[in-house]
């Protein structure tokens, strides 16, 4: 983890990945530079002149005659002792390098903690401000050499034209308050100078302790798998055996239970959730024991402030939502296992979770995922052994109460599509099929036909020519579309109208022939005009009387 955040923090500073070793190893110690030398002199011999002149100061100070003169000498030796205080300052601080600078950091006692929270994020904050430290002193450093530079060029533009007023002028007044304006910037440009010889030697320093970018992303990665690396994995090892286990023993449980091994009702399903809830926590506690022990408190802190974070977030996130999860335990109007119509059609709640799975096995692509908000406003009802999911199935040859008859070649969710004799095809949205109250043929039809004879044959009308008819019938059709095609065949008298003597006939046929049901139909016909043909009874034809109106 420190890895990760040291290099997100490089790469958005630096340009690259920084890392840093935790190897337990003692550091060498380097020796002072040489190149040190030349800083430290150039400090040491205007830190012994201003020693020197606040000597002379002081001296000057006992022996001032006018209050105004010890006030004025009072404040030069003010800004002298300050002078020789930054000047010792430099001269330490070039002395100690980056050692001296680690040292006095090391010694800032934290004052930002002042409650839990603070505390409990204290691990974070400090793992970021290690990992940024060396970019962030970098920067620093440089941004003081340009200051200190900047103001050595000020000191240096102030004293040349101190030099150029002294050259021009011959007043003694003139020349003393020239001569004590160059002492402070003198002092001034020795003060800037000896601070650009310590933050050049510090950055010198630094710049050499930097590593390639190989070195840095090696040791970084070597370094996280070490520590936390392995940290990470025990936690990953822990969470999912303890997860595994606890699922062990409820799948353990639900096979000895006689209430699991009934169907699934309100109860089991709660069960499986409430186990499926502790899983989770079993795995999570074994992170947290396993950061624990292993004396990991930045990633430990970072498990606690997530898992505090979620309990935030369900605190407003979960209410608004109790009713749909209340409907995934199996409690709502919406059950598991039970038939819910949906657009239309009619489907079986497979699933209840937070996308609901419907699905009707006599449909093509017959399975939706369903958000569970829009199952909430939905009643469900068991299902009945016998109920059919679709009232026909591929290839099934319907009719359709526009007279549409056809067979079955798509019946999907969208749309079903009839093939119609002659190989047109008609589609028609699925709900749309349903309004047509469809009539299947291919478990079995009948073919109801009327047929009527003339009145001189009524003596024989009601006892011998309907056997004659069906007779004729069954032998016909029996011997051009085989026995098995055909159930049964009646003729019976139905009716005597206006100008005919009426027969009904009523023909069962197996689904095997419903691609010829218009065939059987014409057939029928057919077969009853060859009979009167046969038997020399006349077909009647409407009789239309017209009477004269009289004038």
């Not at 003010?78 to 020789?84: G, L, P, Q, T």
């Not at 009646?490 to 006939?505: H, P, T, W």
């Not at 006349?538 to 017209?546: A, L, N």
Request: charged share 25%; aromatic share 8%.
């Amino acid at each position: 983890m420190r890895w990760f955040i040291l290099a997100a923090c490089l790469f958005l500073q630096l340009g690259l990945l920084h890392g840093q070793e935790t190897s337990t190893e003692p550091e060498k110690q380097l020796p002072v530079p040489e190149k040190s030398l030349r800083p430290l002199q150039t400090i040491a011999e205007p830190l012994s002149a201003a020693l020197g002149q606040l000597e002379n100061l002081r001296g000057a100070l006992e022996l001032a005659a006018t209050e105004d003169a010890k006030e004025e000498i009072q404040v030069r030796i003010d800004a002298e002792r300050e002078r020789v205080s930054q000047l010792r300052k430099n001269f330490r601080s070039i002395l100690g390098g980056s050692e001296a600078a680690e040292y006095e950091q090391s010694n800032i006692e934290s004052a930002s903690i002042q409650d839990q929270i603070t505390e409990l994020i204290q691990p974070v904050l400090s793992e970021i401000h290690e990992a940024t430290t060396e970019p962030r002193e970098l920067d620093a450093l440089g941004k003081s050499l340009g200051g200190a530079n900047d103001r050595k060029k000020k000191t240096d533009i102030v004293l040349n034209r101190i030099e150029e007023l002294t050259a021009a002028t011959e007043d003694p007044a003139m020349v003393s308050e020239l001569d004590s304006a160059r002492r402070l910037w003198t002092s001034r440009q020795a003060e800037a100078t000896s601070q650009i010889a310590v933050y050049s030697v510090q950055i010198d320093e630094r710049m050499q302790d930097q590593r390639s970018l190989w070195e840095k992303v090696s040791g970084g990665f070597s370094s996280f798998f070490k520590s936390r690396g392995m940290n990470l994995l025990y936690a990953v090892l822990a969470a999912v055996v303890g997860y595994l286990a606890t699922r062990k023993i409820y799948s353990w449980i639900r096979q000895i239970s006689p209430v699991h091994k009934t169907q699934k009702n309100s109860f089991t399903r709660i069960s499986d959730v409430l186990a499926m809830a502790v899983s989770v926590i079993v795995a999570i506690a074994g992170i947290i024991f396993v950061f624990y022990v292993r004396g990991d408190w930045l990633l430990l802190t970072l498990v606690v402030i997530f898992l505090i974070g979620v309990a935030w977030a369900g605190k407003t996130a979960i209410p608004p939502y109790l009713e749909q999860i209340r409907m995934i335990l199996n409690l709502g109007s919406v059950r598991e296992g039970e038939r819910v119509i949906y657009e239309g059609l009619p489907w079986k709640v497979s699933r209840l979770a937070f996308y609901t799975t419907f699905t009707n096995p006599s449909l093509m692509g017959g399975k939706l995922r369903i958000p569970i908000r829009d199952v909430m406003d939905m009643i469900s009802r068991p299902v009945e052994k016998k109920e059919v999911w679709f009232p026909s199935e591929i290839d099934d040859w319907v009719i359709l109460s526009d007279e549409t008859y056809g067979k079955m070649i798509i019946q999907s969710p969208d749309q079903v599509v009839i093939l119609r004799l002659g190989g047109a095809k008609k589609t028609y949205p699925t709900a749309d099929f349903l309004a047509l109250a469809p009539l299947n043929l291919s478990h079995g039809f009948r073919v109801n036909a009327a047929f009527g004879i003339d009145y001189k044959h009524q003596p024989e009308c009601t006892t011998k020519v309907p056997g004659i008819f069906q007779n004729e019938l069954n032998t016909i059709l029996l011997k051009e579309f085989g026995k098995d095609a055909i159930r049964s065949i009646k003729v019976e008298f139905a009716s005597a109208a206006a100008s005919s003597l009426d027969y009904e006939i009523l023909a069962d046929f197996d689904g095997s022939v419903a691609h010829k049901y218009n065939t059987l139909r014409r057939r029928i016909q057919s077969v009853c005009v060859d009979t009167c043909n046969a038997n020399g009874w006349e077909i009647p034809f409407t009789q239309i009387t017209v009477h004269q109106a009289e004038s």
